[in-house]
């Protein structure tokens, strides 16, 4: 295992993430083949021989206690969706009870277990295992500098019934974890700065009244240096580079107040305000695919549980800090496709749009397909409860 | 005894004169049931069960969801309904939860039961309190009566590291009166070994968390005419959770849970003139249940200490007159209040008074026998709005009329049946209130039964007795309650949005001869279709742990004295989820468990050996079953 991230790291010291990898991809088109090209899929769309893009990842969370999460693909050279390919890769080994979270690290997908308790990392070129590592509760991953930083609702710090979280930190050298810090109740997202910062979205999810603030993590010092009251429960954390940007969404608090999206001066810490339109935005998935543009999913009626969901598309220019776009599902923009949205992803390439549905969240989801005028493309099935998404570039 | 018992289930078919010979054994307050159990067990076969689900699980159309192991929940599914639609009854009165709607059978000892009688559809006694008529399909654990002074001690004990001593002591004074106690304990470290058949993982691992320790006692008095019985229980148990994919150096699970049981119960009858009956009963219930979690040692669990308490006050009173020598009516008024308190972050508090008012009435004119009634219900909640402090009653008083129709056509080994029935089923506390999950606004479940068999009964010659069964059923469910996510995964609400139709068949076939051989051969057909949502990949799939095809053999034989039980219970495949695909698919299963037994003057001896080929299952996915297993039983009557 030692072996594996050591190479992986020594593979690329580029540690921007897809942008950085898909600057030098481009169009080279992808001629590695890997093992999992045996695997049994389903033709969704036509085969793409010059995107630099290789696979689009899909972490399906799976139903809780049933230990059905799973991890699917599109390969976008062929068009083929892979169901399982983790199982399939790994002699029929369960990923394990509720995935959270799906990185991509150069050539590894990480993505934290929750109810395994297990950081499982893979090969984004054919799905074998590389390590298991042990964190309690881990929740979202992000990476910054030689570590990778895993949030965790298991602090050791609790009393009643309410328990603090933790960052815990994983040393991409062995795959060791080296420690950990107690940050707010239930810390969800966390993103890295390039300013030697990470940000995590508290929660409080299980915590009387919720968390409402994101904790500024030194990431040298690895100690929280400031804690910005936001807004009630907190969820994803998206950090643009181009604006000094953190943004953060909030699931509210189910009462009074409602979902959003906020915006936090990540050179002085400040809470900016929300103009009219933003302040309207209603959040239930989001993405940021440092193209200036987040793409957030939410539902106006989503305190009505007796009625019909309202869900919209939000287009929002990140340096201006407006809404350019504002989509409703049920309009004929969208087709006729009725769906739950519950995970969003968009190539910055082309402006492609994959939405997943988690339906019931106990059955199998779909993964819809849009291009950037918002045309369907195709949707299939996936595992149960498709949630986190993300795209792939081979790192060279 | 043991005779009197089982030709009187077989003949309880045929009529009323079975139920005299039942009336000895035990108490059943009310007589001349117009129709014959579904399914009956009695005499030793039932006693040396482990516990009352134990028993029955060979019946037809039943399913016992079982989360493995000494201390795990074990509740039952009659015909697809739903566990909540079973009543389970301890001599006509019922045991309540108004928290989840769910009794575990597990807990209920059958030492001290003369049968467990399983109704397709309700008891039919014209006597009977209105709760009765109320519960789609039925459970009676009938207690058994001492006949004469009599003191015997026990132990049980074997795999799983169980032992259990416990003692009874029955005394006869003046005028019948009788006076009954018993009490138990119960240790068990209940680990097994299990082979983890997820895929990939075909290791042996050790179920753990898994202990259990229990204490019962049990007093109960009275005559022919009235009885009291008090039950206390109390157990500390760990939760092992499911089995899934966890970290090697964490902990599956460290959940505990407490319980402690509380009832008093009563019934008096009288009989003021041949033609006119009355009969009252009465039942206060105490549960307290507790549940927490050890973070410290199980840092995946988040921080839990919890409680719930209930009560439950109950009175019934029922009267019935013959009016001609061939007609019967009875009026039955049941009154019930239920509190449940805990400390659960803004627990609702919810109270309810339920009333339920029943009418009935029967005609037997020779082979005829016909009967009807209609139940009226009406609940009426009072909880606390927790974001508004207030206590409040808006939208939460429920009603219904439920009716039934029932004809049967009895000769001489024949007998006819056909019946209709509407049930109703209140929401639960859970469903109602429980913090954020709960939607006030549900209405009741819905269940339609229609429902028509046959039975034969005949003596070959003196000592052997041959009978069987035939049945068809349909039920229509509607309104089911479901939990669904709401805004997102994070929010989940109850809605009245499951529809199910479930079409039955059901066979049964006996064999008795003398006490000394018998044999019963029990087959179910069941689909039971999730007729929910058009669009949902769930529409028209089988629901969930509803088996198509299922069926049991028992069989004993009696020679020098040493008694030999076989039981094999087999299930086809089944699916977690009414989403029918292959990951959902739970393998077909079947056990096979022998029972050796003998009684040498004041001792008696058996050895239960359950599971015999080891086979590896699970009832519930992700809770895997034992293999095999034996558990010893050593008794001395003094």
Known sequence: MKHKISLLVCACVLSAGLTGCMKDGENSGVTITSQDETLAGIVVTAGDQTTPLYKLFVVNEGQMGTNNASVDFLRFKDGKYVLNSYSQMNDGAALGDVANDCKIYLNSVWVPVTNSGILEVFSAVNEIKIASITI????????????????????????????????????????????NIEVGYQPEGIAAGENGHLYVANSGGYTAGYDNRLSIINATTFSVEKDIEVAPNLKEVFYDYDNDLVWVTSMGNFNDVHSGIYAIN????????????LAAVRYSCATFPYDGYLYVIGNDNEYDWTGEPAYNLYKINSSTRTVEKKVSFSTSEFGDNHIAPYGICVNPLDGTIYISDAGDYKTPGKVVCYDKNLNFQWETNTGVCPGHMALYALVY | MRLTALIAAILSASGVYAQEAVLRESHITAVRSVIAPTDTISG?????????????????GLQVKDYGGVGGLKTINVRSLGSEHVGVFIDGIRIDNAQNMQV????????????????????????????????????????DTPARNAATVRVRGGSFGTLSPSFRIDRIFRQHL????????????????????YPGHDTVMVRTNTDIRSARAEARM????????AYAYDSERGLPGPVVRRASALPLSLDRQSDRNLFLQGSWRHTFTSAWDIALKGKLTRDYIRYRTDPEHDPQSMPIDVYYRQHQAYTSIATSIRLTPFWQAAIASDIQYNTLNSNARDFTLPRRLTAFSAISTSISKGPLNASASLLHTIAADLFRNTSAGAWTRTNTTRRAFTPSLMASYTSNSFTINAFVKRSYRLPSFNDLYYTIVGNSLLSPEKATQYNISARFHTNINANTAVTARLEAYHNRMRDKIVAVPTVNQFRWSMYNIGRADINGAEAQFSVRHDDTKGIDIRYTYQQALDHSNKKSLTYGGQIAYIPLHSGSVNADITLHGWRLDITTVLTSERWSNSANIKDYRIAPWWTLDARISRTIGRITLRADLKNIFNKQYCVVQGYPMPGFNILGYLGYDF
Request: aromatic share 12%; proline share 1%; charged share 20%.
């Open chain 2, 44 to 60: 030793s076969r039932l006693r040396s069960a482990t516990d009352a689900a134990d028993a029955i699980r060979s019946f037809t």
């Open chain 1, 136 to 179: 309690p509760s881990p929740r979202n991953v992000a990476f910054y500098g030689s570590y990778a930083y895993v949030t965790s609702y298991a602090g050791a710090v609790y009393g009643g019934e309410n328990r603090l979280g933790a960052l815990y930190k994983v040393d991409l050298n062995n795959g060791q974890t080296a420690g």
């Open chain 2, 178 to 197: 009788y006076v009954t106690f018993d009490a138990a304990l119960t240790y068990s470290d209940g680990r097994y070994r299990f082979h983890d058949n």
């Open chain 2, 222 to 229: 009275g005559r022919k005419t009235w009885h009291l019985h």
């Open chain 1, 266 to 277: 990540a050179l002085n810490g400040t809470l900016l305000a929300n103009d009219e339109d």
């Open chain 2, 104 to 143: 575990d059978l597990g807990r209920f000892s059958t030492d001290n039961l003369s049968s467990i009688e399983l109704y397709g559809g309700q008891k039919s006694a014209i006597l009977q309190s209105a709760v009765e008529y109320g519960s789609a399909t039925a459970v009676h654990l009938i207690s």
